[in-house]
């Protein structure tokens, strides 16, 4: 097993005061504690209400663009939206699709091709708007970088509203920093500086369904319509690794309420596709099924597959299209695969690097970010993966980051070197000339001030808890603080010196361990972990071979463990018993870590 730093979050606050005034068990109120929220934000996240969600007007620049979408629709001209082709712009484009629909407007729509268009408007683009009669551009998910390309739509005389949430642009002027906004007549983001929206962190999604739900406003739609467009912004909002909380855990509590009796054909044959039919979807499944199948069209084909599913409006066709997106997913997967194996074996052959720059010449370049996530999750290093593009001489890179290290701004440092950029802390997108490959690396990594200890993943323990306070009643408070994800992690417990007194082996695949462990105290409970043949492993080293067979027979042995887990129950052949998932174990007798 990796080397791990568990680390046991400190944040203080009178968690008994806590509980009481909110009826929370006092685990729950300091996971709230950890997870940065403050006693006024309680409420609204331990009961998310729609009604709580913040006023679109409140977004810098909405007024104007009602007006000037309005101003539209009474004349009788023609909207172009323009989006991303991941998963946050496909749901983007759907939402103001349908929503200027909705209320009367002529609107089309355009997803740019990975490949032959890469990301976001181009001057290509807006050319041919022109040349179709097109009067307004609408962005989403992309546009607070395109100064180009704006500039262009406004010398055409277009008018151009961008929806992004994107970083907007800077250059650095000493300490200074000079933030850079496209020639657009209105900007809708969160992240710009002058922009009062009490929440910053929407996706492409939830910037649009603001637009949106202002539209309705202005144009006296009743307010239960735009609940229509929930599921979409909570499938974006999970894929697109935003914070979970305040907005978005509106968003994503309620669409996952209605994605689970979805009225869309396209994302119930998705579904289907998938076999989840029977199953409740949760954020894992968005994240882990549905969103890499949306994800796959715009990686490998084109996007407009998925933007036509979910517009489809008969049910075998939808089905029809499901199947295929579903395939070209499982296609993905296996080029996943190779893609991986080629960047290990690059880093195999590279010198030691604190930044991993890894160029794959035969990978699709679709997956560059894909691939570097991966190696960042197994390596721990900030990652970016280069391949070739289309351009002779050129090459397109996707980055993946850890928390301690800003890719974005590392990016910034190297712009001299970059033909374009864009992103944020955790990930970016960039292209170069091939031959400055190596003054990249170079570059990237001497400017990088990372310390070895960074390069150890830490594991953030909310509570040291013993299982003899874990009850079902505290197990379904702790549930409840679901979905999880960026901004509000599953919490995780731990408790030290837990002899094993036994441990069996389960599973078709016999791929789980299930152990019964023994406090200090003599407490016992059970455990499982879903990597028997690594537990196997690893107790055989630490322990040894004989220590390791006792353990499996149930006899005495020396086999003692610190363990990171999360509590759930456990229901076989209607009994019902508290389990904990064990995500971390440690050698106790070696290594004291709490």
């Known amino acids: 097993m990796a080397e791990q730093n568990w680390v046991i979050r400190t944040k203080r606050a009178d968690f008994d005061a806590l509980g009481r005034k909110f009826d929370i068990n006092p685990v729950v109120a300091r996971i709230l504690v950890n997870r940065g929220l403050e006693e006024a934000e309680f409420e609204t996240f331990l009961h998310p209400e729609l009604d709580k969600l913040h006023d679109p007007f409140l977004m810098e620049d909405m007024n104007q663009a009602v007006r000037i979408i309005c101003h539209d629709i009474e004349e009788g001209h023609s909207i172009r939206i323009v989006s991303d082709y991941d998963v946050d712009?496909?749901?983007?484009?759907?939402?103001?699709?349908?929503?200027?629909?909705?209320?009367?407007?002529?609107?089309?729509?355009?997803?740019?091709?990975?490949?032959?268009?890469?990301?976001?408007?181009?001057?290509?683009?807006?050319?041919?708007?022109?040349?179709?009669?097109?009067?307004?551009?609408?962005?989403?998910?992309?546009?607070?970088?395109?100064?180009?390309?704006?500039?262009?739509?406004?010398?055409?005389?277009?008018?151009?509203?961008?929806?992004?949430?994107?970083?907007v642009p800077y250059i650095t002027d000493g300490?200074?920093?000079?933030?850079?906004?496209?020639?657009?007549?209105?900007?809708?983001?969160?992240?710009?500086?002058?922009?009062?929206?009490?929440?910053?962190?929407?996706?492409?999604?939830?910037?649009?369904?603001?637009?949106?739900?202002?539209?309705?406003?202005?144009?006296?739609?009743?307010?239960?319509?735009?609940?229509?467009?929930?599921?979409?912004?909570?499938?974006?909002?999970?894929?697109?690794?935003?914070?979970?909380?305040?907005?978005?855990?509106?968003?994503?509590?309620?669409?996952?309420?209605?994605?689970?009796?979805?009225?869309?054909?396209?994302?119930?044959?998705?579904?289907?596709?998938?076999?989840?039919s029977d199953v409740t979807i949760d954020a894992y499944h968005v994240g882990f099924k549905l969103g890499p199948c949306i994800n796959a069209s715009g990686r490998l084909e084109s996007a407009i597959a998925s933007m036509e599913l979910l517009l489809e409006e008969d049910t075998e066709k939808a089905i029809a299209k499901a199947d295929a997106i579903y395939a070209v997913n499982e296609e993905r997967k296996e080029m996943t695969i190779r893609g991986v194996e080629a960047a290990e074996a690059y880093l195999q052959d590279a010198q030691e690097m604190k930044v991993f720059v890894i160029y794959l010449p035969d990978c699709h370049e679709s997956l560059a970010g894909i691939i570097a996530g991966r190696i960042r999750e197994k390596y721990h290093h900030p990652v970016l993966v280069l391949v070739d593009s289309d351009e002779e001489g050129i090459l397109k890179g996707s980055g993946r980051s850890i928390e301690e290290y800003h890719m974005f701004e590392a990016l910034q440092k190297c712009s001299d070197l970059l033909l374009k950029f864009g992103g944020h802390a955790m990930a970016a997108g960039f292209s170069l000339n091939k031959e400055k490959l190596e003054a990249f690396t170079g570059q990237i990594n001497e400017t990088c001030e990372l310390s070895e200890d960074a390069f150890i993943p830490k594991v953030r323990i909310d509570v040291p808890m013993p299982m003899s306070y874990i009850t079902e009643e505290l197990i379904e408070e702790i549930d409840a603080?679901?979905?999880?994800?960026?901004?509000?992690?599953?919490?995780?417990?731990?408790?030290?010196?837990?002899?094993?007194?036994?441990?069996?082996?389960?599973?078709?695949?016999?791929?789980?361990?299930?152990?019964?462990?023994?406090?200090?105290?003599?407490?016992?409970?059970?455990?499982?972990?879903?990597?028997?043949?690594?537990?196997?492993?690893?107790?055989?080293?630490?322990?040894?071979?004989?220590?390791?067979?006792?353990?499996?027979?149930?006899?005495?042995?020396?086999?003692?463990?610190?363990?990171?887990?999360?509590?759930?129950?456990?229901?076989?052949?209607?009994?019902?018993?508290?389990?904990?998932?064990?995500?971390?174990?440690?050698?106790?007798?070696?290594?004291?870590?709490?």
């Open 481 to 594: 603080l679901a979905p999880f994800g960026k901004g509000n992690e599953k919490p995780v417990f731990a408790q030290k010196e837990l002899n094993v007194l036994s441990a069996k082996i389960l599973g078709k695949d016999r791929n789980v361990v299930r152990v019964t462990l023994e406090s200090s105290d003599g407490y016992t409970g059970e455990g499982i972990y879903f990597n028997a043949q690594e537990f196997s492993d690893n107790i055989i080293e630490w322990f040894g071979q004989e220590e390791y067979d006792k353990m499996m027979h149930g006899w005495l042995n020396n086999v003692v463990l610190n363990i990171v887990y999360y509590p759930s129950v456990n229901e076989f052949n209607g009994n019902r018993s508290i389990q904990l998932q064990i995500k971390r174990y440690a050698m106790a007798a070696v290594r004291e870590v709490l």
């Open 89 to 167: 712009g496909v749901m983007a484009n759907y939402i103001l699709y349908k929503g200027l629909r909705r209320i009367g407007a002529d609107v089309d729509y355009v997803i740019p091709h990975r490949v032959r268009d890469g990301y976001g408007i181009n001057e290509e683009i807006i050319e041919k708007a022109v040349e179709d009669g097109i009067r307004t551009i609408v962005t989403c998910d992309n546009g607070i970088a395109a100064n180009a390309a704006l500039a262009k739509a406004k010398e055409s005389g277009l008018t151009v509203v961008v929806t992004d949430h994107h970083q």
């Open 175 to 276: 300490d200074n920093r000079q933030y850079i906004l496209p020639p657009a007549d209105v900007i809708l983001n969160p992240k710009k500086k002058s922009c009062g929206y009490p929440f910053d962190d929407l996706c492409g999604a939830g910037v649009a369904y603001k637009l949106v739900e202002a539209l309705f406003i202005k144009r006296d739609i009743p307010r239960e319509e735009i609940y229509q467009f929930l599921e979409f912004v909570a499938i974006a909002t999970i894929c697109d690794v935003v914070s979970l909380t305040d907005e978005n855990r509106i968003f994503v509590v309620y669409g996952l309420e209605r994605l689970n009796h979805s009225e869309n054909k396209g994302l119930r044959a998705l579904i289907g596709s998938n076999a989840l």
